[in-house]
């Protein structure tokens, strides 16, 4: 049987900080070195992306994947372009393509030898401008890495960057175990409930098996006694709920976002009231 936590705010902890805080104790920049350091250290290998010649190509090249990469250069045999596949090499699930044509990047509003990511989950875009700057393959990947969200994004230390920055102000963390032969239906289901709310709730995974992810555990007041369990929090107020599960469903991930959203809603519209009738 489902239980219903208390809802409450977070109260000491400022929340564009807070999971940064809570992973490393650390700053962001630090969060996100460690993190590349430890992934991708060894050197990628050379893959082509696809080169997009027009507007067209380019919007289809974009639209078809969660997260994709889009390097702008003037020429496609340039250092700044060979880096460029260097990258697409190490990051082999995310879909890169490259263009050197003027009305594409005119289109873009991009100048020549600028890194694009592409994301659908919050129709949010990133440029990384290399003019006059040293940018190798190393950090196309850390901007990449740092920045990427998926349908569900997998919380760790890099990801949290790109969390901390999304659009989205309403974020949905399932809590649980990826070890558990259950993991794969449970993601299944979670996946499918995040497609319910594309564009309005960004959702996240938190594998309790990573040890400092111990840290949001406690922070909800939670035991792995009691996990597989939701969390879900508005990020302008910090108003948040918990929901403990027997069983993760896309019926139980729906009616625990609705509920929340309805709450949040009807909080917004008690000023409203308040004022119209202070008026009458």
Do not use: W
């Not at 990449?144 to 659009?167: C, D, F, K, W």
């Amino acid at each position: 049987m489902a239980r219903r936590g208390q809802a409450g705010t977070m109260g000491t902890s400022i929340f564009p900080c807070l999971f940064v805080i809570l992973l490393t104790r650390g700053s962001p920049a630090e969060c996100a070195g460690d993190g590349v350091s430890a992934s991708h250290s060894t050197a990628g290998t050379s893959e082509k992306p696809i080169l997009l010649n027009n507007i067209e190509d380019t919007e289809a090249f974009i639209s078809g994947a969660e997260v994709a990469v889009v390097g702008f250069f003037q020429e496609p045999e340039s250092p700044e372009a060979s880096q460029f596949g260097l990258a697409a090499g190490r990051i082999p699930e995310v879909p890169f393509g490259l263009s050197t044509s003027p009305t594409v990047l005119n289109h873009y509003g991009v100048a020549a030898n600028t890194v694009t990511l592409f994301r659908r989950v919050d129709n949010d875009r990133r440029d990384l401008d290399m003019n006059g700057k040293d940018v190798d393959a190393e950090k196309m990947t850390r901007f990449i890495r740092m920045n990427e969200l998926h349908l569900v994004t997998e919380y760790n230390p890099v990801t949290a960057i790109g969390v901390m920055q999304s659009l989205l102000e309403l974020h949905l963390l399932l809590i649980t175990d990826k070890m558990s032969p259950k993991h794969p239906e449970r993601m299944r289901r979670y996946r499918s409930a995040a497609e319910l709310f594309k564009g309005q709730i960004l959702f996240i995974l938190v594998d309790i098996n990573l040890k400092t992810n111990e840290r949001i555990v406690s922070f909800f007041k939670l035991k792995k006694s009691q996990l597989p369990a939701l969390a879900i929090f508005h990020a302008p107020d910090e108003e948040q709920d918990v929901l403990t599960l027997d069983e993760v469903s896309v019926e139980h991930v729906q009616d625990f976002c609705n509920r929340f959203i309805q709450r949040m809603q009807k909080k917004e519209d008690e000023p409203e009231e308040k004022a119209l009738n202070e008026e009458l």
